[in-house]
């Protein structure tokens, strides 16, 4: 099973349900999702190489995986954002439980799906994509 370092400072789906759900406006849940960005632990500089970028996220984003521990970052905080979305969805299951996640849905429960950018959705399934394929390692 991989672990996920930057998990540990994260909220859990749960809480991120309810931070969600009670935002009243658009405004509200991207000041979150900001927020949510501002608060994501950044990954090690070491780790920020060419070769572990994500290609089809228009701001620049890694993933990095070694000895079945994850890590993640992007440039962007709004990724950054969604990329907390995406280790809370996977944090603490097993990789046939994360295959059947369907990352729009989850963010059409939080109320986000129609808030975000084609490409950004483009970038977070491209990140998703490469978290998912981690998985089988």
């Given at each position: 099973m991989m672990i996920y370092p930057q998990t540990s400072s994260l909220p859990d789906w749960q809480s991120l349900q309810v931070l969600f759900t009670s935002?009243?406006?658009y405004e509200e849940r991207y000041r979150q999702l900001l927020l949510l960005g501002k608060k994501f632990p950044a990954m090690p500089e070491d780790y920020r190489?060419?070769?572990n970028e994500v290609s089809g996220c228009e701001s620049r984003s890694w993933v990095y995986t070694e000895k079945?521990?994850?890590w993640c970052?992007?440039?962007a905080r709004i990724i950054r954002?969604?990329?907390t979305i995406l280790l809370s969805l996977v944090n603490?299951?097993?990789y046939?439980?994360?295959?059947?996640i369907d990352l729009i849905a989850k963010l059409e429960q939080?109320?986000?799906r129609h808030y975000i950018s084609e490409s950004r959705i483009n970038g977070i399934q491209a990140i998703w994509q490469q978290l998912s394929a981690l998985q089988t390692i």
């Amino acid at each position: 099973m991989m672990i996920y370092p930057q998990t540990s400072s994260l909220p859990d789906w749960q809480s991120l349900q309810v931070l969600f759900t009670s935002a009243t406006s658009y405004e509200e849940r991207y000041r979150q999702l900001l927020l949510l960005g501002k608060k994501f632990p950044a990954m090690p500089e070491d780790y920020r190489q060419e070769q572990n970028e994500v290609s089809g996220c228009e701001s620049r984003s890694w993933v990095y995986t070694e000895k079945n521990q994850l890590w993640c970052d992007s440039e962007a905080r709004i990724i950054r954002g969604l990329m907390t979305i995406l280790l809370s969805l996977v944090n603490h299951s097993d990789y046939q439980s994360i295959k059947s996640i369907d990352l729009i849905a989850k963010l059409e429960q939080l109320g986000l799906r129609h808030y975000i950018s084609e490409s950004r959705i483009n970038g977070i399934q491209a990140i998703w994509q490469q978290l998912s394929a981690l998985q089988t390692i």
